[in-house]
């Protein structure tokens, strides 16, 4: 890990990586080493850890590193990596290729059929709302997640679906409107809503 400029306090080593990635001695070596610094620690005085690993890519890691940011132990000196942001264009090519994937472009489509598809997760969203559904309520039919959150969540995947097939540059229209925006005096136009 020399090169980098970041500071790694922890190692962490999957076992099935030990056992299924590295030849019998390396992996004899590896639990050799183990074992001792750990009879090090034991000898220093200091007590056998367990710790809790999470996968940055996990959903939830960015809570945890706000837990560990409130109680000091994320920062300088506790630097620990997470995956970049995903920029708004990878999740375009992401959805788009889904699409493509699944054969949702063997025939072209119009801009109406496009739009139509996104009103209609906007009219689901709504229908749920009808229903009484919670706005943060999710539930499962058989494996698919259903609810307000993952409606709104398809209409974002189709807005980004159509910016691939329609070869938008979504993030640059999204600053160029919010930058506008910010620009507008307080209630424009005198509007209800």
Request: hydrophobic share 35%; aromatic share 8%.
């Amino acid at each position: 890990m020399s090169g980098t400029s970041t500071q790694y306090k922890y190692a962490v080593v999957k076992i099935a990586d030990i056992d299924t990635l590295l030849p019998e001695d390396e992996r004899q070596s590896m639990y050799h080493l183990l074992n001792r610094i750990s009879e090090l620690r034991e000898a220093n005085g200091k007590k056998y850890n367990l710790y809790i690993v999470v996968n940055s890519d996990e959903p939830y890691a960015h809570d945890i590193v706000g837990i560990l940011k409130k109680n000091g132990h994320w920062g300088p000196g506790n630097n620990a990596l997470l995956p970049h942001p995903i920029s708004i264009q990878q999740l375009i090519n992401e959805a788009h290729q889904n699409a493509i994937d699944k054969g949702w472009y063997e025939e072209p489509r119009t801009f109406g059929e496009v739009i139509a598809l996104i009103h209609s997760e906007l009219s689901e969203a709504l229908e749920d709302h009808r229903n009484g559904r919670g706005f943060t309520e999710v539930w499962y039919e058989g494996d698919k997640p259903c609810g307000i959150p993952t409606e709104l969540a398809d209409v974002v995947i189709r807005i980004f679906d159509a910016c691939g097939y329609l070869g938008i540059d979504l993030e640059k229209a999204i600053r160029l409107k919010m930058t506008y925006n910010a620009s507008r005096p307080r209630r424009h136009g005198g509007k209800k809503l």
